[in-house]
């Protein structure tokens, strides 16, 4: 009795759906009026509807058999997935007559909606029929879809091991374990090797998911690279790269000079270009032409075209001596009236016109100073600004 139950829900199924391709057969007589006698898309629509059909037949039979064969094997323990699992197809086919119920009951509605509009066919297929085939077809793939789940779902069941049948009692890992698919300890033996190495088993655990995946994104990510920097073109080269940093660099150079132009003292201050030798020259005739003349050979103060100096000769000392002054010599401190800028051009000015031959030059005055010789004046402002 319980076989022939079984056998009747594929040939059930069937019966549901043979009025609805009755009903769309029906439908190409009123096409054939008033389009062709023929009409490729409702033959294929409802070969469609017949394909479909006999594929959930043939799947119900796979699955009333597979039910048969896992409630065999569960028949010790009397595990009820079985049962579950025909109360699931009665629900589905019970449900398929809702389907032509309702398509009765909207057919007065379309007819009315089908008098409104121009044309109530669609490729020659009367609008309501042709809603209706596709809303077999949609049931139909759904139904199929179902069936095949349920399929994959018993085979899982009937496949597994006896000890490991009960899904429910299944102990839920971690997450981070569930990250780097890591085994439980109850099931290492089925990892293991063979290989003893001093008593440590040796394991076939499988790469972490997130790692290997990971390495798969790396390749992708590679063969773009490849692509964007190299085959195509689009992406900047190494050159390029290098061209752009040196300018970035350069001009990240001139800002910062630009910036730091007064952060120079005694101790950092170095011999200008031409530039700030002009910048100093106006500078000197402005202010210290008073005391050492315009062509710097000297007045009051000492004659800086010569190789002799009161406070030394260097680039360092003569900015120290413009700076601080020398007030016992009678030169006053310039620093309240130059930037340090101001002061180093004046300096770079002064040592450029060393050698020079001034009008009036004034007499040898201090010690002669070889260029590149450290000075006392030098060696002791170094002192004070390392400590």
């Known amino acids: 009795m319980r076989t022939r139950s079984k056998r009747f829900i594929p040939i059930a199924a069937i019966m549901m759906f043979a009025p609805a391709m009755l009903h769309a057969a029906e439908a190409t007589a009123p096409a054939s009026k008033d389009g062709e006698s023929f009409n490729a898309l409702l033959v294929g629509l409802v070969a469609l509807v017949v394909a479909l059909l006999f594929a959930i037949g043939l799947l119900g039979n796979v699955l009333r058999q597979l039910a048969s064969a896992y409630q065999d094997k569960m028949r010790s323990d009397r595990l009820k997935a079985a049962g579950v699992i025909k109360v699931v197809l009665f629900l589905v086919a019970t449900s398929l007559p809702s389907l032509q119920t309702f398509a009765q009951e909207a057919a007065p509605a379309a007819e009315e909606v089908v008098a409104e509009v121009v044309s109530p066919y669609i490729s020659g297929i009367p609008r309501f029929d042709f809603y209706v085939l596709m809303g077999i077809i949609t049931l139909e793939l759904v139904v199929v879809i179902f069936l095949l789940l349920m399929v994959r779902l018993m085979v899982k069941l009937i496949s597994e091991k006896p000890e490991l049948a009960p899904i429910l009692k299944q102990v839920k890992l971690p997450l981070w374990d569930r990250l780097n698919n890591t085994v439980p300890l109850e099931k290492e033996q089925d990892i293991m090797l063979g290989h003893n190495y001093d008593g440590i088993q040796e394991l076939d655990n499988s790469l972490p998911p997130w790692w290997k995946y990971g390495f798969y994104l790396t390749i ?5 690279y490849i692509w964007y920097y190299h085959a195509g073109g689009n992406g900047p080269s190494q050159y390029d790269e290098y061209v752009a940093e040196v300018k970035k660099g350069d001009a990240e150079k001139a800002a910062y000079l ?20 002009a910048s100093g020259m106006n500078l000197f005739q402005s202010s210290c032409a008073a005391c050492h003349a315009k062509d710097g050979g000297g007045g009051v103060g000492p004659n800086l ?12 000392d003569v900015f120290k001596s413009v700076k601080y002054g020398w007030s016992d010599k009678g030169m006053k401190s310039w620093k309240d009236d130059f930037s340090p800028k101001q002061i180093a051009d004046i300096a770079s000015y002064i040592k450029s016109i060393k ?19 450290p000075t006392a004046g030098a060696d002791s402002t170094k002192k004070v600004a390392m400590n």
């Open 258 to 277: 630009a910036r730091s132009a007064n952060n120079v003292d005694e101790t950092t201050v170095k011999m200008g270009d031409a530039m700030t030798i």
């Open 355 to 373: 050698g020079t031959a001034p009008a009036a030059p004034k007499e040898k005055q201090g010690e002669l100073y070889v260029e590149g010789t």
């Open 305 to 316: 075209t010569d190789d002799y100096w009161l406070h030394g000769g260097s680039i360092q």
């Open 220 to 224: 992708v990510v590679s063969f773009v």
